[in-house]
């Protein structure tokens, strides 16, 4: 910026000036962008709604409820039973985590990395019904210190 203005504003007064152009109302206006002031902008008095709040435009496109609840029902048929918990969630002592594993003293880092890739693609919590995921969690947390601990005790090795 130099005196106020930025090179190209400079340039344009330069060559305003080079062809005797002379716009009080320009340079009254302090180099000023002209656009869309906030004036267009209509206040409405009806109280607190939506518009108010700039979410006019995004409920507008939303389906209506009567349009989601028939899905939504589609989704769960009536009388249908309550979900089972996979049996291997129950295993939940380090020791029958452990058997699953199968660690043994010959494992690699490799084989333990796969195995343990391999026991979160049947247990992590995240592929797992919510209502589960608490045994899920547990199952995951045990195994990851079973093979954690074995890695570790890779490089005593």
């Not at 716009?23 to 869309?36: C, H, M, Q, V």
């Not at 409405?44 to 979410?55: H, I, L, Q, R, V």
């Amino acid at each position: 910026m130099l005196f106020g203005q930025s090179v190209f504003q400079s340039v344009l007064t330069r060559l305003r000036d080079e062809r005797g152009e002379d716009d009080a109302e320009e340079t009254d206006a302090g180099f000023r962008i002209r656009g869309l002031g906030l004036g267009f902008v209509v206040p409405t008095d009806n109280g607190p709604t939506d518009a108010a709040t700039g979410t006019e435009a995004y409920f507008a496109f939303l389906p209506e409820l009567a349009d989601i609840e028939p899905a939504l029902h589609e989704l769960e048929p009536e009388g249908s039973p309550a979900p089972q918990i996979p049996p291997h969630l129950l295993r939940l002592t380090q020791e029958e985590i452990a058997e699953e594993l199968a660690i043994s003293a010959t494992d690699t880092e490799a084989t333990l990395a796969e195995k343990r890739r391999r026991f979160a693609k049947a247990n992590h919590p995240d592929g797992i019904a919510p209502e589960f995921r608490d045994n899920a969690d547990i199952r995951m947390k045990t195994a990851n210190l079973l093979i954690d601990t074995a890695i570790k005790g890779l490089s005593w090795r």
